[in-house]
């Protein structure tokens, strides 16, 4: 097959953005303010003058660059069904992209010799294909680098990356998911080390989530990590197994990412595996938009992103209200712009400050919060089901998105479809296919998938479809 071609690393560049965001960080008010002011500036000006599809939405028309309010907000559909003229790098192409996608060996290989490429799972539509180029790949290094530890003061997150440190990574696998690609571009940096500096470079190896618990245990164990990167849901289920003793981690940090934490979920892996957690939110458009402090609060990367907080009709929700939706202008990525694209998360810009000193804005999100499933096999003992795991099967085995897999006993499972789903029989029989493949792997041949024909229910609060719940809500945080 094809050769790999891992992507070159420009050393001035990254320093460069380190010491950017670390001045950002010594002054999250004024230096990030200007750093924010300038990198708006030559992010519309680049979009305006080499994206066709920026260029035909200008507002005014003037030669004077528009205000971002001005900027009519953008959807994922609307940019994948313009994909051929959204680049600012006119080489970039669907098809091009798709041939490069279609090769699950060329996971983090350079596309086009510089760029990485990833796709979102596609739990809110359409899967997005998003190409990120070298400035937003020193960006995201130098966030995770500097921020993920303590906000307050700019501290060095080196000794968690150096040190010989074991990073297990437990996420969805089996394509070009903006998870296992950093990963697998980390991976390929450490492994590129001079050999006199091994000793001290991190070990990284990443793990399925769609195997069954025991064995991703077992694997675990093998691994021997000392930090665990994974979703708040599947930390969740390995501390279960840790305080019941059938998994046995000595872990020094957790680091959390994509989907909601609850309060309960914090306390349970906190306590199981006594140790440093760290959560934050990102998402396939911009890897690392806010980090937690030791206070637990998620800090806004405002130096490199914009978030507006809008309602229904997308106009601007003041700082302490929830909003609707919110707005991300990607400032890091020039290559492939986003301004004021609908990512659909529900934010609170809060009012108050944070007792960790931060300038950088702390803001409450309310994003994802499916249910581990528990299923019973034929001895009647219980079976966990990780909702990334879940959904990942009848994304990728049904081609899929809009669906909701609700548990209604523990031994059946009902599949529902939004309206926009144009064939649900035809999408069911897919993913019945798929889905009994996965829980025949995990001893849960006898569970039933039916075909529901009703509308998915809704989050009572936020109106939105969780993919795979519980069909009544859990009485016990455990079952979140
Ligand atoms: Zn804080």
């Known amino acids: 097959m094809s050769a790999h071609a891992s992507l070159p690393m420009n050393p001035w560049l990254w320093s460069q953005t380190l010491g950017e965001t670390y001045a950002a960080g010594l002054d999250p008010v004024g230096v990030a303010g200007m750093q924010r002011d300038a990198r708006l500036a030559q992010l519309l000006r680049t979009a305006f003058a080499d994206s066709p599809f920026y260029l035909a939405r200008r507002p005014g028309g003037a030669s004077a660059l528009p205000p971002l309010e001005a900027v009519e907000p953008v959807g994922k559909a609307e940019l994948m069904r313009h994909f051929d003229d959204w680049a600012t790098d006119r080489q970039i192409t669907r098809a091009s992209v798709d041939e490069f996608l279609s090769d699950p060996e060329r996971l983090a290989d350079a596309y086009l010799g510089k760029y990485l490429v990833w796709t979102s799972s596609g739990t809110t539509g359409e899967p997005g294909i998003f190409v990120q180029d070298p400035l937003s790949l020193a960006a995201y290094d130098a966030i995770d680098a500097l921020r993920l530890q303590d906000l307050g003061t700019p501290s060095m997150a080196w000794p968690a990356w150096g040190g010989a440190q074991r990073f297990a990574f437990v996420a969805a696998t089996g394509g070009h998911f903006a998870g296992v690609a950093s990963i697998e571009r980390l991976r390929r940096i ?68 994509g989907e909601q934490l609850s309060d309960e979920q914090r306390e349970r892996i906190r306590t199981a595996f006594s140790c440093t957690l760290r959560n934050n939110y990102g998402a396939s458009e911009c890897y690392a938009m806010a980090c937690e402090c030791p206070a637990g609060r998620l800090h806004l990367n405002h130096d490199w992103l914009i978030l507006e907080p809008v309602d229904r009709q997308l106009r601007p929700v003041p700082p302490g209200e929830a909003s609707d939706s919110v707005l991300l202008t990607n400032l890091a990525n020039r290559t492939q712009p986003l301004i004021r694209y609908k990512l659909g998360d529900s934010v609170r810009v809060c009012t108050e400050g944070c007792s960790c000193g931060s300038g950088f804005p702390a803001i409450e999100v309310q994003g994802r919060a499916d249910h581990t499933l528990v299923l019973h096999d034929t001895q009647r003992r219980e079976v966990r089901l990780l909702p990334l795991a879940l959904s990942t099967v009848i994304e990728e085995g049904a081609l899929v998105t809009q669906f909701q897999l609700l548990c209604t006993s523990p031994n059946r499972l009902e599949l529902r479809f939004e309206d926009a789903v144009s064939d649900p029989k035809a999408a069911f029989a897919r993913a019945k296919k798929a889905l009994a493949a996965f829980l025949a792997a995990q001893g849960l041949m006898h569970v039933r998938v039916e075909h529901g024909t009703a509308a998915p229910l809704r989050h009572p609060r936020s109106g939105k479809v969780e993919r795979v719940r519980l069909a009544m809500a859990p009485k016990t945080p455990r079952g979140h």
Not at 195 to 221: G, I, K, N, R, Y
Not at 223 to 233: D, E, G, K, M, Q
């Open 190 to 257: 450490a492994a590129s080390a001079p050999l006199l500096l091994q000793w001290m470079t991190p070990v990284m190896q990443t793990f399925s989530v769609l195997q069954p618990m025991d064995e991703l245990a077992d694997a675990l164990m093998n691994f021997a990590p000392t930090v665990l990167i994974s979703y708040p849901s599947c930390a969740d289920a390995l501390a279960l197994m840790q305080s019941e003793g059938r998994l046995k981690l000595a872990l020094s940090q957790v680091w959390l990412g």
